[in-house]
């Protein structure tokens, strides 16, 4: 889980997360785009070699291009912002050193805390000020939160080795995925 590096490039501050480690992460505004993910590529290139790359392509979900003319806006928020990707490449390297326990939760366990569900607690009010901000912006709007699609199956064990989660560590994950869409 040490070699697990997250570097992201972000267009709103909306969207800021606290680096830690090797991580990064570089703001970028609509003129330096490029020119930022440019830099994030070399930042990987010092923190190679990779056997996983976890790549979300495109602008992030911004809403400085709503306006109040816009009837419809999508939103889907959240994953990004508890570091998700990242969880579950964490939660994968973990898997192999217990396919049938729970070494991701164990990780996340603080205690008996749920690190993940706290993040997600904290997260919550960022969601709620984002679309506030979009009822502000596009007060006539009709706003469509869209949840995360399934990721993991609803019962059952998983399918690990092909997907590396330990059998155990699955309902876990799940129930994270359920709370983030339901913030």
């Known amino acids: 889980p040490n070699s697990v590096v997250q570097i992201d490039v972000s267009t709103v501050d909306f969207d800021r997360w606290t680096p830690t480690g090797n991580d990064a992460l570089l703001m970028a505004g609509r003129r330096d785009y490029l020119s930022r993910v440019t830099e994030a590529l070399r930042l990987a290139d010092t923190a190679g070699p990779f056997d996983l790359v976890l790549y979300n392509a495109g602008m992030d979900p911004a809403n400085?291009?709503?306006s109040a003319a816009d009837s419809l806006v999508t939103v889907q928020v959240g994953g990004d912002d508890i570091g998700f990707s990242r969880i579950l490449a964490i939660c994968g390297a973990l898997s192999?050193?217990?396919?049938?326990?729970?070494?991701?939760?164990?990780?996340?366990?603080?205690?008996?805390?749920?690190?993940?569900?706290?993040t997600i607690a904290r997260t919550a009010p960022k969601v709620t000020a984002l679309l506030d901000d979009i009822r502000q912006r596009a007060p006539h709007a009709r706003v469509l939160l869209i949840g995360y699609p399934d990721i993991l199956p609803v019962s059952g064990n998983g399918c690990w080795p092909e997907v590396p989660i330990a059998h155990r560590d699955i309902a876990y994950l799940r129930d994270t995925e359920v709370r983030l869409n339901a913030m």
């Open 96 to 118: 192999l050193t217990d396919p049938f326990g729970s070494p991701c939760q164990d990780h996340y366990s603080d205690h008996g805390a749920d690190q993940l569900a706290q």
């Open 64 to 66: 400085s291009g709503v």
